[in-house]
Structures are given as C-alpha cells and as structure tokens.
Nanobody, 117 residues
Framework: QVQLVESGGGLVQPGGSLRLSCAAS????????MGWYRQAPGKQRELVAM???????NYAASAKGRFTISRDNAKKTVYLQMNSLKPEDTAVYYC???????????WGQGTQVTVSS
C-alpha cells in the first residue's frame, strides 16, 4: 500500500505561481511513475504531468512551458511548480503514484487550486 499526501494548494491571482508537493509513504520502493492530475467542476479528471523513476517527464499541452514536475526519490516526494497560472487552471489537483509490481494506482486526497483576481 502507498499513501499520498498533497500540500501547497491555495488561492492565487492570474499570472502567479504555486508549488504543489506530494509525499509518499508505505510501500514506496515499488513506485515507478508519479504524476499530477486535476479535475475542474463538471469536467473529467485529466493528466497534468508525470515523471518516471528515471526522471522522464510528460506534460499535458496546457501545462507545457508553464508547469514543471520534479521528483526527489530520497524524500519520496514529487513536486509541481506552476507558473503563469490562469483562471482555467482552477481545479482540485490530485497526486498519483503507480507501483510496478503489482501494477496499482494510488491517489492522494486532492488539493484545491483557485486562480482568481
């Protein structure tokens, strides 16, 4: 089992920045991929960014150039640096981890990000 705890959400003005953190605990040795998803009201949950245990990254088109995902394997933590935030980035952001053996997805409880003036 893997437990994920997110932090760092909040209210920010358009153009501002936020940094989300997600700390993993439990059977973290088996985690291969970690990522961030978001879900806005009335919309489906969507991928924002993901990073493998070797550091390879993948971003949604909406996040490229503005968001940066990083991972500290020693601290078992993944980060999402969000710059140039827009109102359309408003959503609940969820941390995700996928273990390799067996292949299981785990989710955090979510953290609210609101971009508004």
């Amino acid at each position: 089992q893997v437990q994920l705890v997110e932090s760092g959400g909040g209210l920010v003005q358009p153009g501002g920045s936020l940094r989300l953190s997600c700390a993993a605990s439990g059977s973290t040795f088996s985690i291969s991929v970690m990522g961030w998803y978001r879900q806005a009201p009335g919309k489906q949950r969507e991928l924002v960014a993901m990073i493998t245990d070797r550091g390879s990254t993948n971003y949604a088109a909406s996040a490229k150039g503005r968001f940066t995902i990083s991972r500290d394997n020693a601290k078992k933590t993944v980060y999402l640096q969000m710059n140039s935030l827009k109102p359309e980035d408003t959503a609940v952001y969820y941390c995700n981890a996928v273990t390799a053996i067996p292949v299981n997805p785990y989710w955090g409880q979510g953290t609210q990000v609101t971009v508004s003036s």
